[in-house]
């Protein structure tokens, strides 16, 4: 199992002053220049402790939003490409339906893989809904768009000669050149989101990883759904390698170290469902087959993750949502949680949110490195082999 340091970057000493939406219409005078300025070194520093600790790095972005200052992953890997020296580097991901330029992403990632000396992995997202109001963007056909801007940055990536030029529905290029070439030949590993089984399907047909968030129940339909897909068309079994699960992640040494880490993270998912209404799920934006499960299921288009009201840290862990604990509680929840999924490779860590502070998020993360990730690696390794039997 790989295990990979996240944090959203949020701008959380300003969520007690901030009333209604923390996203899109929120004002930007809750900001303030040098907490922000403090803010972003703080988590850039974390980010190269967790190289220093053994772990990989995934980096996000979002607009207009209280909630996560990154508004360009590609940004915070070009400056973490230089600062550390072993982690791979995951940006999960560019939003390419927002991007009106696939070509300047394409130039973008293959620089940060060289810089790096070839340890970028690339994530290719559709974007949050709400952020379609930043882009200028329409829902309608997002899916369309998505797959043409990710099917011309994979060509001109792995293009070998000069340059080329490219005819799309969306996009239009005469000269496409791209330069520097990756250093990953052919070009750095991909990695895609999902969260329904059709999606699943897809990416297993790529052969990339899957990667789902906070998806709780719906995590081992949809990997079933990828290693059904991934057998037909490769002929082997999928390996652990390719499926990904985001959480938050908080470890302490007894009990009340760790429900004092809990009670302070718990607030990022109070804030996450305060988007204004009319842009959870703006028409066009989710494929049918969602849609219809969302009302089945009677959600209201609010994000509540699957929990029970006033939910323990039982029940985010069973949820797959918040794995708090000390190292052998968090072993078993991690271990438990992955054997309901069927198997995971990757665990994504949000292990700063809300209002946990530095000292406090590195000290979590290096009990975790140290006391339950060894573990944990021998756990995958095991379970890999039981998964390529049974197949």
């Not at 998912?269 to 009319?278: F, S």
């Not at 009990?367 to 095991?382: C, D, I, M, S």
Request: overall charge negative; charged content about 20%; some cysteine.
């Amino acid at each position: 199992m790989e295990f990979w340091h996240f944090s959203e970057q949020s701008m959380h000493p300003a969520w007690d002053a901030i009333q209604g939406p923390t996203k899109v219409l929120v004002d930007n005078r809750h900001c303030d220049p040098q907490t922000a300025h403090e803010l972003y070194n703080r988590y850039l520093d974390e980010w190269v402790i967790a190289d220093q600790l053994g772990y990989n790095i995934f980096v996000n972005e979002h607009h207009a939003s209280a909630n996560c200052m990154s508004a360009s992953c590609l940004l915070t890997l070009g400056i973490l490409a230089r600062q550390t020296k072993n982690a791979r580097l995951l940006c999960l991901g560019v939003p390419v339906t927002n991007r009106t330029d696939p070509y300047r992403v394409a130039e973008e990632l293959a620089m940060i893989d060289v810089i790096s000396g070839g340890r970028l992995e690339i994530g290719l997202v559709k974007a949050s809904p709400f952020e379609l109001a930043m882009s200028n963007q329409s829902p309608a056909r997002i899916m369309d768009r998505y797959w043409e801007a990710h099917d011309f940055i994979v060509k001109a990536l792995t293009y070998d000669g000069g340059p080329f030029s490219w005819e799309g529905e969306f996009y239009n290029y005469r000269n496409v050149n791209v330069w520097p070439r990756p250093l990953q030949q052919p070009m750095p590993p991909m990695w895609i989101t999902a969260s329904g089984a059709g999606t699943g399907r897809k990416v297993a047909q790529l052969g990339y990883v899957c990667a789902t968030f906070f998806n709780g129940a719906g995590t081992r339909p949809l990997f079933e759904a990828y290693k059904d897909e991934y057998r037909k068309t490769w002929k082997r079994p999928a390996p652990i390698d390719r499926f990904a699960y985001l959480a938050i992640t908080c470890c302490g040494r007894n009990e009340k170290e760790v429900a004092t880490r809990f009670a302070k993270m718990k607030p990022y998912l109070d804030v996450q469902p305060r988007t204004p209404k009319g842009w959870t799920n703006p028409p066009g934006y989710e494929s049918a087959e969602l849609n219809a499960g969302a009302l089945r299921a009677g959600k209201t288009g609010r994000i509540n993750f699957g929990l029970p009201e006033n939910p323990s840290r039982q029940d985010m862990a069973d949820g797959g949502i918040l794995f708090s604990g000390t190292p052998d509680q968090m072993y078993d929840q991690i271990t438990k949680f992955s054997d309901r999924a069927g198997g995971i490779g990757h665990l994504l860590m949000l292990a700063q949110a809300g209002y946990l502070a530095h000292e406090e998020t590195v000290d979590s993360m290096t009990l975790f490195a140290t006391e339950v990730a060894p573990r944990l690696r021998e756990y995958a390794r095991e379970k890999d082999m039981e998964l390529t039997e049974a197949a």
